[in-house]
Structures are given as C-alpha cells and as structure tokens.
C-alpha cells in the first residue's frame, strides 16, 4: 500500500485531490490542515483516509507525523492564499518558509520516494510576454506570496541535487469549482449574482485572467502522479483561454438570471496583474482531451448550488 501526504489538505484544491486518491484502495492517505482557511466539511471520509489537525510549520506537529508514517510520496500544498490575504499579512506568507523546511528535511529522513509541491502563477509576476512558458517567462514578481512560492521550487530542485528526492512542481493558475471558498473571484460573484448584489470590481475590468475547472486540474494531477510523468520538472496547470475580470461579471450574471450590477472599485495598489495566460502545452499532452468551457464549469457549480449539494 503507498502511503501519501498531504498538506493543506481541507482547502479547495488538496481536498479534491485527496477525495480523487483514496478512491483507489491501494492507496493511505494522510490529510494535515491546521484549518485557518481550510474547512472540516471539505475532508473526505474513508477507511483509506486519516485526517490529523496540524500546522505544517510546526516541526513538533508535522514531525511526529511523518516519523510515525514513512510516507512514499507528499503532496505540500498548505499555504496561506489569497490576493487580499497574502498582502495585507506578509508575515504569515514568510513564516510558510518553516513549513517548506519540515517537509523537505523529514522528507529526506523518511524516505520519501517522490514531492509534488503546489507552486503559483504568482511567481510570474505581470508578465513580459504570452502565454507564460515554464522555463521562458521570468519569474519577475516580489510579492512575498510569490517570493516564497519560488523558494518552494527552489527546495525541490536543491533536495534533488544534494539528496535525489523526485520532485514535481504544479504552477497553478486560477482554478474554480463548488467548494472553492468565498473570497475567490468566481465563488463571490456568484454569489454576489444569487443574491442580486452589486458584482464589484477592482479597476475598470480590463484584467485578463484564465480559469481552470477543478476536475482538469484533479485530472491531470492524478495522471502526473500515478503515471510518474514529469518527474524533476515544473509545470502550469491551468486553461490558456483569455477572460476579462468584467467578462466573467456579465457572463455569471447571465448565466444566473441576476439583477446584479458591475460595481467599479479603485484598482488594488498591488497584487491584482493586469494579465495572465499559461502555457499548457504539457498538460494538453498528459490530458489528451480538451478542457472544460467556462460556461460548463460555471453550470456545474450552479447546479451543484441548486441541489443542496454545497
């Protein structure tokens, strides 16, 4: 039986992942998520799946956990998210550094085989050029999200070189599905548009943004994972087709029937990139299937919505 970690694991993301790989009996998974922006109602409950409460950047905690299990594989996706968030407290964005250090050093002294680490878009910065390659485009942001988000990547290339650790690295683009948390664009202007709020909007609009279905990125994560493809390489995982912030409004409100007007806020002083695009040319290959539309992803998180179901 492979046993896996995952960190982070009660968020949006790393919830549907463990939900996706216990499905396969072969498989122990260990969920850790000290719930400051993860919820408990996201873990999934199996015979093959433990969640324990723990905070990553707690060696005291996370240690005890990975002596206890010998993990073959770690997927290290705690980190504190959010545009507003990660800017208005850099402090708790610096101190993920002491989590990237625990997981690597337990890593290399309990034999983990294999690390797949949730990089960011962030790491970009406002690019020079589309779409945004993974070993073309600089990584020109100073943002502290992205700042350590690239010093995560820098952990998996240095524990492969010094100690032969695998690793993948998984630059995530804006992903959406039901049971993303409110403070995301896509999640709160539907619900904005549901209640017939006003939909507001930092500057005029004008930002382009790409938007990844949830089961495309779980998908293609599962693919990478249980086919071993990528090893020791970085890749976007997102969708390349182009949206603006303003687009999206209208179209949720369409979409939901609302009575929703677009709202103009001053633009944020920093973090809010005027555009974004990946390339995912790689993960095309490894799909070998097109991705979801936007109008299809948003109709299941509005069905979803109807049946109760979140």
């Known amino acids: 039986m492979k046993k896996i970690l995952i960190t982070g694991a009660a968020g949006f993301i790393g919830s549907a992942l463990a939900s996706n790989l216990i499905k396969n009996k072969n498989y122990f998974v260990v969920i850790v998520d000290n719930l400051s922006t993860g919820h408990i109602g996201n873990i999934p409950r199996a015979q093959n799946c433990l969640f324990i409460k723990c905070d990553a950047n707690n060696h005291k905690e996370i240690s005890a956990i990975m002596e206890r299990f010998k993990f073959d594989y770690v997927f290290h996706y705690a980190a504190v998210v959010g ?40 790491v970009y910065g406002e690019p020079v050029h589309l779409p945004q390659h993974e070993y073309e485009t600089p990584l020109n942001s100073k943002l502290p999200y ?80 249980e086919k071993d493809l990528l090893l020791n390489d970085v890749v976007n995982v997102g969708n390349d087709k182009l949206t603006t912030i303003k687009e999206l409004a209208e179209i949720i409100i369409d979409m939901t029937n609302s009575k929703s007007e677009i709202k103009y806020l001053p633009p944020l002083k920093e973090g809010d990139m005027t555009r974004r695009q990946p390339d995912i040319t790689k993960m095309r290959q490894c799909l070998n299937r097109d991705l979801t539309e936007l109008r299809a992803g948003i109709g299941h998180i509005l069905k979803a919505k109807k049946e109760g179901h979140i």
């Open 146 to 225: 992205a700042v350590i988000k690239n010093v995560g990547e820098c952990f998996c290339r240095t524990y492969k070189q010094e100690y032969g650790i695998d690793y993948t690295i998984l630059r995530f683009f804006n992903t959406y599905g039901a049971r993303q948390s409110a403070d995301f664009v896509m999640s709160k202007f539907i619900n904005m548009a549901l209640n017939n709020e006003p939909i507001t909007i930092y500057g005029d609009g004008s930002q382009t943004r790409t938007f990844c279905y949830i089961d495309d990125n779980i998908d293609f994560t599962m693919e990478v994972f």
């Open 83 to 122: 545009v507003l968030r990660t800017t208005q407290f850099p402090k708790m964005v610096i101190d993920d550094i002491c989590g990237l250090q625990n997981i690597f050093d337990l890593s290399r002294s309990t034999g983990v085989k294999r690390i797949i680490f949730s990089s960011s878009s962030e």
